[in-house]
Structure formats: structure tokens, C-alpha cells
């Protein structure tokens, strides 16, 4: 069965460095979304991706943010600078409208700790 | 704003039925969908309602009102495995996909 994945599952870093947090979406899949989920809290939108642009984008993603395609299997997001309040797992999922109903496939996630 | 209420924690015996209600109030509505998440696993769909009434998968059925705003998950003949976190979301009628804060489901033996 296809699956999301997504590297690293942890990355450790240190505030005010860049992090490239990577997601390969279901292959057939049109809609690519990342969300972040604080340690035992609700899993947050961050950013929708569809036809190479953002489709959406929560208060979350400020300047800070930013997501990438580069290539036809990848999705990246970027985080410049970042802060103690940036720990969280980090949740990448890819969706297809065309099964007439929504319903997200989610990677495994990567567990981002800043110190 | 938006958002979605949904009971912290609910506690049901193995084999037994349980209903987890969510109640939503969001700009615009595309449908309601519910995932379930273990500890340290990420969410995983579990069922979706984009019109009013029941739709069942399995053990697991899941009810929409949209002229309440309000929907349930209803997990019937539970197992310990059941025993997770499950969040009812909303797309808001754009891109954007609202969850709710979750709702703890233990399971006893």
C-alpha cells in the first residue's frame, strides 16, 4: 500500500539555524499539506500546496516558513531561523480529490527538538 | 473564530460502544473527517461525512448534521487496541483543514 514518508523521523538543532524537513507524498496524490502537532496538543494546518504555489496558509506559517517542490516526488519545509517554540512533530500529508471524499494520508512525521 | 469541541477523554470497557461527539464552528464547511492517533504515531483516517447521515466502515461509524454542526464517531465491540487519541477535523470550505484538540479514548480490559 502506498505511504507518505518523511526524513528525518528526528532532527536536532540548535535556535537561529535553517531546517529542511522532508516529505515524499503519495505518488498519484495533487494536494500536499504539512501540520505541526505540539507535544499533547492538537495537530495544527500550516500550509496547503496544490499545482506547484500555496494554496493555503495558517498564521502559523510567517516569513519563517517556507515549502518547496523542487522535483516531481518531493516536498520540503523549510524553516529559517528557528526558535524554542518550533519543537514539535512535524506531520507532512498528501491527499486526491478525485476519490470524492477527503481523507488525508499522513507520514510518519518528524520530531523537530530546538535548543 | 473556528472551532471544534470535542471531550477530552472517555473511558469504555472492551467490547462495549462508544460515541465521541464533535460540535464545529467554522467560516465554511467542506465536510467533517475523523483520524485516530496512537502515542507517537501520526493520524490516521478513520472516516469522513460530507453529507448529513451515517456512514459506516467496519466497526467504526461516523454520523454528520451539518444544519447542528455537529457530528460523532461511534466505535462499536471495543478492543484494547481502540485505546488512542481521536480528532475530529473540518475543511473549511478552502485548502485549510481544522482539528480539533482530541478526544483520549481508554479502553479497559
Known amino acids: 500500500e502506498p505511504e507518505v514518508t518523511q526524513t528525518p523521523s528526528h532532527q536536532v538543532t540548535q535556535m537561529g539555524q535553517e531546517v529542511i524537513l522532508r516529505c515524499v507524498p503519495i505518488?498519484?496524490?495533487?494536494?500536499f499539506y504539512w501540520y505541526r502537532q505540539i507535544l499533547g496538543q492538537k495537530v495544527e494546518f500550516l500550509v496547503s500546496?496544490?499545482?506547484?504555489?500555496?494554496?493555503?496558509k495558517s498564521e502559523i506559517f510567517d516569513d519563517q516558513f517556507s515549502v518547496e517542490r523542487p522535483d516531481g516526488s518531493n516536498f520540503t519545509l523549510k524553516i529559517r531561523s528557528t526558535k524554542l517554540e518550533d519543537s514539535a512533530m512535524y506531520f507532512c500529508?498528501?491527499?486526491?480529490f478525485g476519490q470524492g471524499r477527503i481523507e488525508q494520508y499522513f507520514g510518519p512525521g518528524t520530531r523537530l527538538t530546538v535548543t | 473564530g473556528q472551532s471544534l469541541e470535542q471531550p477530552s477523554e472517555v473511558t469504555a470497557v472492551e467490547g462495549a460502544i462508544v460515541q465521541i461527539n464533535c460540535t464545529y464552528q467554522t467560516s465554511g464547511f467542506y465536510g467533517l473527517s475523523w483520524y485516530q492517533q496512537h502515542d507517537g504515531g501520526a493520524p490516521t483516517f478513520l472516516s469522513y461525512n460530507g453529507l448529513d447521515g451515517l456512514e459506516e466502515t467496519g466497526r467504526f461509524s461516523s454520523f454528520l448534521s451539518r444544519s447542528d454542526s455537529y457530528g460523532y464517531l461511534l466505535l462499536q465491540e471495543l478492543q484494547m487496541k481502540d485505546s488512542a487519541s481521536y480528532f475530529c477535523a473540518v475543511r473549511d470550505g478552502g485548502f485549510k483543514t481544522i482539528f480539533g484538540a482530541g478526544t483520549r479514548l481508554f479502553v479497559k480490559a
Open positions: 505518488s498519484n496524490h495533487l494536494y
Open positions: 500546496f496544490y499545482n506547484n504555489e500555496i494554496s493555503e
Open positions: 500529508a498528501s491527499q486526491n
